[in-house]
């Protein structure tokens, strides 16, 4: 059982906006950065975005992310069929002592 | 480019001990803080370990404290984690990461546990 909650699923059909939410306690997202990764089919995980946008060099302003208070969210915009992958938010958790993942988001390109 | 290659794995027995290594190359290894996270078949992320740039400081899960044990060799630019008393649970797929946020990722070795 994950301390980070991300719904199962999501899914668009090309060039819609996608968003997946990700949801925490204040010992996690609420006093920490979250970050959101991309794990394409087969492949390992890439880094995609953190707090105010930051996105390492290659990824798309398509995706962007958002928090308020305990919970955080990844939108993709203009939905892409390469964009079919699943995603995790991620963040430090100050009572743990530990980095947690969320269970992942599989997107899927309709 | 950011370059981190892991090996190590493989198959071994419940109770048995296995040493992966990580060798990392086109940045500053010294400078970063250095993470494990691992992914059992067909399952999520999990994040194992990580240590700070010298080595002082290290975190583990709950589930491998006491039985896996991170180290690093700034000098050699490599990341290494030493697992013992390995259960079937702990197979899967490990990741070397750089940073405490795993902004870089390894392709991964695996660790089959039967």
């Known amino acids: 059982q994950s301390v980070l909650t991300q719904p199962p699923s999501a899914s668009g059909t090309p060039g819609q906006r996608v968003t997946i939410s990700c949801s925490g306690s204040?010992?996690?997202?609420?006093?920490?950065?979250v970050y959101w990764y991309q794990q394409l089919p087969g492949m390992a995980p890439k880094f995609l975005v953190y707090?105010?946008?930051q996105r390492p060099s290659g990824v798309p302003d398509r995706f962007s992310e958002s928090k308020s208070g305990t919970s955080a969210s990844l939108a993709i915009s203009g939905l892409r069929s390469e964009d079919e992958a699943d995603y995790y938010c991620?963040?430090?958790?100050?009572?743990?002592?530990?980095?947690?993942f969320g269970p992942g988001t599989k997107v899927t390109v309709l | 480019d950011v370059q981190l290659v892991e090996s190590g794995g493989g198959l071994v027995q419940p109770g048995g001990s296995l040493k992966l290594s990580c060798v990392a190359s086109?940045?500053?290894?010294?400078?970063?803080?250095m993470t494990w996270v691992r992914q059992a078949p067909g399952r999520g992320l999990e994040w194992v370990a990580n240590?700070?740039?010298?080595?002082?400081?290290?975190h583990y899960v709950d589930s491998v404290r006491g039985r896996f044990t991170i180290s690093r060799d700034n000098a050699k630019t490599s990341l290494y984690l030493q697992m013992n008393n390995l259960r079937v649970e702990d197979t899967g797929v490990y990741y070397c990461?750089?940073?405490?946020?795993?902004?870089?990722w390894g392709q991964g070795t695996l660790v089959i546990v039967s």
């Open positions: 990461a750089r940073a405490s946020n795993a902004d870089y």
């Open positions: 086109d940045f500053t290894f010294s400078a970063y803080w």
């Open positions: 240590m700070n740039e010298d080595g002082s400081k290290k």
């Open positions: 204040s010992s996690n997202i609420g006093n920490n950065n």
């Open positions: 707090r105010n946008n």
């Open positions: 991620a963040a430090w958790d100050d009572s743990l002592s530990a980095y947690v």
